[in-house]
């Protein structure tokens, strides 16, 4: 990375912070700082309410996948200095945060874009699966639209 660019990833099973994620970016040359909150909803499928989320992922390979995104995102939005990814591994309730990410740059315009970019490609790309539970104590793995080889409503 040049010019003091940085890019924090993690998985954790804990409950994330946002302000934990917000202060991975900032910086004094930026006067943007763009985020993003995926939490938990409480849909209704086919009769069942989602009670909460289980989460799996390919650790191995969730680093280098977010860091080739990252890349790209630099790629297309040059001016984007700090990128910051929290996501939940685990079970996740109906509420809470399953992913969070912080892009700054130094007008809001490129982090905007570029953080609406991420999320897209981030359900798309990167190794990481979730299993709806339902209140029927039934449970589906779910498939994000945006995957290539899925088609699910997300």
Known sequence: ?????????????????VQEVVDAVGSASCGAVSLFIGTTRQDDVDGRKVVGLEYE????????????????????????????VHHRLGWVEVGEASVVIAISSPHRRDG???????????????????????????????????????????
């Open 112 to 154: 905007q874009e570029a953080i609406q970019f991420y999320v897209t490609q981030l359900k798309a790309a990167v190794p990481i699966w979730k299993k709806e539970v339902y209140d029927t104590q039934e449970s589906s793995w779910k498939e994000n639209a945006e995957c290539p080889w899925g088609g699910a409503k997300d």
């Open 1 to 17: 990375m040049d010019g003091g660019r940085r890019d924090v990833f993690k998985l954790s099973r804990d409950r994330l912070s």
């Open 57 to 84: 992922a390919y650790e191995g390979m969730v680093q280098s996948e977010l860091a080739k995104l990252s890349a790209n995102v630099r790629a297309r939005w040059p001016d984007i200095v700090h990128v910051c």
